[in-house]
């Protein structure tokens, strides 16, 4: 990162002042090359291969802070969405803030990272959503939302996090009026670190998020924790999630069909809206050796069933992501990666079908920061 001087004047304010701003980002381009296969009870099998250039979240941003006595300061922050395939524009779209930092803590609001989002440690993997060449699954809660969000300080290695989004931001069409159930969200985190272990476990409570049998609403949650252990150069992490009305199976099968959506010439994400009951598993092994960051990861999900039905609405998988980064130099690293998902043959594909899913495939990446 580098410091520099922008002149106010840039962003419309007059030429009369000046700021001390930080400018930072990251680019991170890869090819790949992914297969899938979707065999159904009806005899019926699709195939497909791709081979693309991707980009994995480039970003640039800007920070500053402004000391305002001896115990706190104003932080900001403003970083953006770039793209070196030319698929998004629009500043603000990732994380972006005003709030003040001191010995009480860290308080901010704006479009914030939530706790789940930060719990990286066991996939380290840059990848396309859906892809089988990261935990897109286990991940799937990490997120950005419009909220308030208080770190505590830390406190002999631990870090607690409130996170609050309130109704009419989760939902402005009903600002005012408010003639819908209350979508708000309450996220808590917990964090730990030494120079022997790590935890951080995270919670989110979704207000209103799913109906059950007999039209109620329901609240939806979603908990996690992950743990690990630094042994030399070895770091071994492992972690578990249990999930209830927190996404219906259509969304939560959508991580796991490689970026498919179709089968049949019909969409396989038309008929499963009912809300599930989901948990999921994973273990990663890390290994640093000079500029070698060898990893490999194996992750594990229960098969999903309707909340409300309790039948299979999306089966049991197994994944395993093996590769790792290459340090070329401090802030630019050669990344590569292989990976291979299998579902379960009880997968509801459509009304009428269940079926079996795989794909895989590999990838290699260049990422560099500034």
């Not at 989901?278 to 594990?300: C, E, F, K, M």
């Amino acid at each position: 990162m580098k410091k520099i001087i922008l002149a106010a004047a840039l962003f419309g304010l007059g030429s009369h002042a000046a700021a001390d701003v930080t400018l930072y980002g990251e680019i991170r381009n890869s090819v790949s090359v992914e297969g899938v296969k979707i065999k159904g009870s009806n005899g019926l099998t699709e195939k497909g291969t791709s081979t693309g250039i991707n980009d994995h979240l480039s970003r640039i941003g800007f920070k500053g802070s402004e000391k305002l006595g001896e115990d706190a300061k104003l932080i900001w922050q403003m970083e953006q969405r770039v793209s070196t395939v030319s698929q998004y524009d629009g500043w603000g779209t990732r994380d972006s803030f005003i709030g003040v930092d001191g010995k009480f803590g860290k308080i901010r609001t704006g479009y914030l990272s939530n706790q789940y989002n930060e719990m990286v440690d066991l996939d380290k993997w840059i990848f396309n959503r859906g892809s089988a060449l990261g935990l897109s699954s286990y991940n799937r809660e990490g997120k950005r939302i419009l909220s308030a969000r208080y770190d505590t300080p830390v406190f002999n290695g631990f870090q607690g996090i409130i996170q609050y989004a309130p109704r009419d931001n989760q939902n402005p069409d009903d600002r005012y009026a408010h003639e819908e159930a209350a979508k708000d969200e309450l996220m808590l985190g917990l964090n730990y670190k030494s120079g022997k272990a790590f935890a951080k476990a995270a919670y989110s409570h979704k207000k209103n998020n799913y109906a059950d049998g007999n039209g109620k609403l329901k609240d939806g949650y979603i908990a996690r924790i992950d743990g690990g252990l630094y042994l030399g150069n070895l770091e071994v992490g492992v972690g578990v999630q249990h999930a209830k009305g927190n996404e219906s199976g259509n969304k939560y099968l959508s991580l796991l069909t490689g970026n498919k959506k179709t089968f049949g010439g019909n969409s396989l994400f038309a008929d499963k809206t009912e809300a599930v009951k989901v948990t999921d598993a994973a273990i990663a092994l890390t290994y640093r050796s000079g500029n070698w960051q060898p990893q490999l990861v194996y992750a594990h999900g229960w098969a999903a069933k309707g909340v409300n039905s309790k039948d299979i609405l999306v089966d049991k998988y197994d994944q395993i992501v093996i590769g790792g980064d290459y340090h070329m130099s401090k802030r630019t690293s050669l990344r590569g990666q292989a990976g291979y998902l299998v579902m379960g043959d009880k997968t509801r594909l459509n009304a009428t079908t269940t079926g079996k899913i795989e794909h895989g495939g590999a990838q290699i990446a260049l990422h560099h920061k500034f």
